[in-house]
């Protein structure tokens, strides 16, 4: 997060300072592929386009660094929503390739053992969530979002929202210590 | 594992003012079990700073940033000259005007259906349909319409003369009875308001039928016969009665 200094710096972007709106790409940006890694196996191209979109509205954009966040993501999320339309409208995907795609990610126990704690090791525990929960953990604890800004994304009440972030967190702690992931 | 409760353990409800502090990324009190540590710290580390590989495609965001910021850096569709762009219009907007469209096309058509009826230009079948639809002349007997030109004049003929004056009516050269002992010999006809090409001068001498009202079937126009030897004045009047 920038914090104070948001303002300032996206003001600057907007009257077209390339290094401001590099400021706002790095701080953003890791979360947002972390995120869409999540959601999506086409998480580079999708983070991409989602910031060509924000490239031609952040002129028009008003708000603070949250808003700002929120924005950006939900530009992700329909991005990613458009690349799983479009990729389930090919029709040339070999059904092994299906097959193997859908195949939980979960890796094995004894190797999440193996390693550290680290974004990676922390992302495979992620993804073997049920997506639902996985999305909101990211939005919610890594995006830092309020709970009303990912309500609007996902499409649910702020209530429902603070309830699945908590079974997700529990759901999490508890695959963590089976996996040996915090020890 | 106890003092943390999990999905389906005992006292689950239990734990969410800390979890509510994990969310908001406050730190935990120390007395909190251990694994709300672990949790806190793995979640750290997911929003840690950046990978190696994770800020790739910076340069090419910073380039389209630089195209989108640059006063001539705007979209090709931007750069064509203003007479390749084509004007967007809504959906609804089209669809007004092809409405519109239709409803004009509509109205003239109708008008020029009655106009025509009213002028005796349509078929016999036609003509009929609409002679009892709206009044319009009967169509002729004979079959085939006649010339434009005769029915309009004829028209206007009965514009201008009224159909309950009583008195002779003209009657048309062709297809209507001969006087007694009066030669049918062909004459150059004219149309009324017009003079013969070369020719300054006319006689309107219009022969009038003895018939006193015209049926359907002769209400023509009154002929006009033209004498080289005659003159008229350089107005042609319409002849009355």
């Not at chain 1, 196996?41 to 910031?51: K, L, N």
Request: charged share 20%.
């Amino acid at each position: 997060m920038i914090g104070a200094a948001f303002g300032v710096t996206l003001a600057s972007a907007q009257g077209g300072d390339e290094t401001a709106f590099a400021c706002l790409f790095r701080d953003v940006q890791p979360t947002l592929l972390r995120y869409l890694h999540v959601i999506t196996p086409e998480a580079e191209d999708v983070a991409g386009d989602t910031w060509l979109q924000v490239v031609k509205g952040l002129p028009r954009f008003r708000g603070g660094e949250e808003a700002f966040r929120a924005w950006l993501f939900t530009i992700a999320r329909h991005r990613a929503v458009d690349a799983g339309r479009s990729r389930s409208r090919r029709p040339d995907v070999p059904l092994t390739l299906v097959q193997i795609a859908e195949q939980p990610l979960a890796p094995d126990a004894a190797e999440l053992a193996l390693e550290a704690i680290s974004t990676r090791s922390v992302m495979v525990l992620i993804k073997s969530l049920p997506r639902e929960h996985a999305e909101i953990i990211m939005l919610r604890v890594v995006a830092g979002l309020e709970a009303a800004d990912v309500a609007r994304i996902v499409g649910k009440t702020p209530g429902a929202v603070r309830v699945t972030a908590h079974r997700a967190l529990r759901r999490l702690a508890d695959l963590a210590e089976r996996a040996g992931v915090t020890h | 594992m106890p003092g943390f409760p999990f999905p389906g353990r005992p006292g689950g409800e239990h734990d969410e003012p800390l979890l509510d502090m994990i969310i908001a990324r406050r730190a935990l009190p120390p007395d909190a079990p251990q694994e709300m540590h672990d949790l806190a710290r793995m979640l750290a580390a997911l929003a840690g700073p950046a990978e190696p590989g994770e800020l790739a495609r910076e340069a090419a965001v910073r380039a389209a940033f630089r195209r989108a910021a640059s006063p001539v850096g705007v979209s090709p569709a931007a750069r064509r000259p203003m007479r390749h762009r084509r004007p967007r219009r809504s959906r609804a907007s089209s669809r007004s005007r092809a409405r519109l469209a239709t409803a004009l096309v509509a109205t003239v058509a109708g008008l020029g259906s009655v106009l025509a009826a009213y002028t005796d230009l349509l078929p016999s079948p036609i003509q009929q349909v609409a002679h009892v639809a709206v009044a319009a002349p009967a169509p002729h007997r004979t079959g085939s319409p006649p010339s434009t030109t005769t029915s309009r004049a004829r028209h206007l003929h009965a514009t201008l003369q009224p159909t309950s004056r009583p008195g002779p009516r003209p009657s048309h050269s062709a297809g209507t009875a001969q006087r007694p002992g009066q030669t049918a010999t062909p004459r150059p006809r004219l149309t009324p308001f017009s003079l013969p090409p070369g020719h300054g001068t006319c006689n309107p001498a219009p022969r009038h039928s003895p018939v006193p009202s015209p049926t359907a079937s002769d209400r023509s126009w009154p002929a006009f016969t033209w004498s080289p030897e005659q003159s008229c004045p350089s107005v042609v009047t319409w002849p009355s009665g």
